[in-house]
């Protein structure tokens, strides 16, 4: 394994959500991890239909039904020589299983035990199921997107499982790992849904009591009120982004729809609706790629929206090599990127290979 994680060895819980996504991103990182997945016999798929060759690449997968004594012994087999664990479960599964924490450390006191829930493991809604959705309920957030006076959109789980769930959990296992490292003792790593997206939610909080934000949506700078910050449909259907905040970079874009001789005074609340009516109609009279050329080479912050498959052969993209293709399969490559460590993508675009607990040891002995 390459990258600056290389001799880190983790052991991954099957699940869906934010543990798939945040082992993929230590995986490429370099952290040598198995993925431990309930065997095909023992009852419906393991996620794979989930995860995909994407989610689960650059690590193997060992079936061991955690409910056999067996099959338990040899994941605490593993547990012995491992760095540390992920998991996905409510509260409280792992330690009926017999593989909690307690015995983790137990077995391996340098051990660094990640658990990943919605709620958290304590509190009154902890062991209540959840998605996404609800957790970004609870927060704020879900309240603060969308339009004004209509029920807030349902968003991707980028927010709540992604932002506020697996980069929380990666940023605990590393600094946690860390700690391990420099005092030769191990700890739980709680990360939880609501918790993460709260603290995503600092900026706006950090506005709040000064009235710099409104507890309302579509009412504040970056929420889709402001004219300068919002998405505008162009001739042929498809959309721009406009992000326009600063003072320069608005005067560019008025320039180029030729509008300079409005004299918006930018910060004027009151001149938002004509500012946005005179936006629209000029913004709608031209096809999303012709104004893409039109602004591609000044700050004026206005950008094509594209979709997927637009994004992957985008000219940035591509000379950046934002994403990769292997097997005929298009991905997004792993980030960030090292100067000295570089990641590597092992069995991008395949099924990840079926490893037995002995052949895991066996390289993790060497």
């Excluded at 077995?107 to 958290?120: A, D, L, S």
């Amino acid at each position: 394994m390459t990258g600056p994680l290389a001799g880190i060895r983790l052991i991954e819980i099957d699940a869906i959500g934010p543990v798939p996504l945040a082992a993929m991103l230590l995986a490429d990182m370099g952290a040598d991890i198995i993925r431990i997945a309930r065997p095909p016999s023992a009852g419906p798929a393991a996620w794979d239909d989930v995860g995909g060759a994407i989610l689960h690449r650059s690590r193997d997968v060992a079936y061991l039904n955690l409910k056999d004594a067996d099959d338990r012994e040899q994941l605490l087999r593993l547990i012995a020589k491992a760095d540390g664990l992920i998991e996905g479960y409510r509260p409280g599964v792992m330690e009926r299983l017999g593989v909690g924490p307690d015995v983790c450390l137990a077995h391996n006191p340098r051990f660094v035990f990640g658990r990943m829930t919605g709620w958290g493991q304590d509190g009154p809604m902890a062991l209540r199921a959840g998605h996404d959705i609800n957790y970004m309920a609870l927060t704020g957030a879900l309240h603060a997107i969308g339009e004004a006076g209509k029920p807030p959109p349902v968003p991707l789980n980028l927010v709540g499982d992604y932002g506020g769930g697996a980069m929380f959990l990666v940023t605990g296992m590393l600094a946690a790992l860390i700690s391990a490292r420099a005092t030769g003792k191990g700890q739980v790593v709680d990360a939880c849904i609501t918790d993460g997206v709260a603290s995503l939610m600092s900026l706006f909080y950090a506005w709040l009591p000064s009235g710099s934000w409104i507890d309302a949506p579509e009412s504040n700078l970056l929420d889709g009120a402001a004219p300068f910050y919002r998405c505008y449909v162009c001739a042929d259907g498809r959309h721009v982004a406009v992000g326009c905040l600063e003072p320069q970079f608005f005067a560019q874009m008025v320039e180029r729809l030729g509008l300079a001789d409005r004299n918006y005074n930018q910060a004027d609340r009151s001149g938002w609706p004509a500012m946005e009516a005179d936006f629209a109609a000029v913004l709608a009279s031209r096809n999303r790629d012709e104004w893409a050329n039109l602004f591609a080479a000044t700050d004026a912050c206005v950008t094509p929206v594209l979709s997927m498959e637009e994004a992957a052969v985008h000219p940035h993209n591509l000379a950046r090599g934002t994403y990769s293709t292997s097997a005929g399969l298009t991905q997004p490559a792993p980030a960030p990127r090292f100067s000295a460590t570089q990641s590597v993508v092992s069995s991008s675009g395949h099924a990840p290979a079926h490893r037995s607990i002995t052949e895991v040891l066996s390289r993790w002995r060497q």
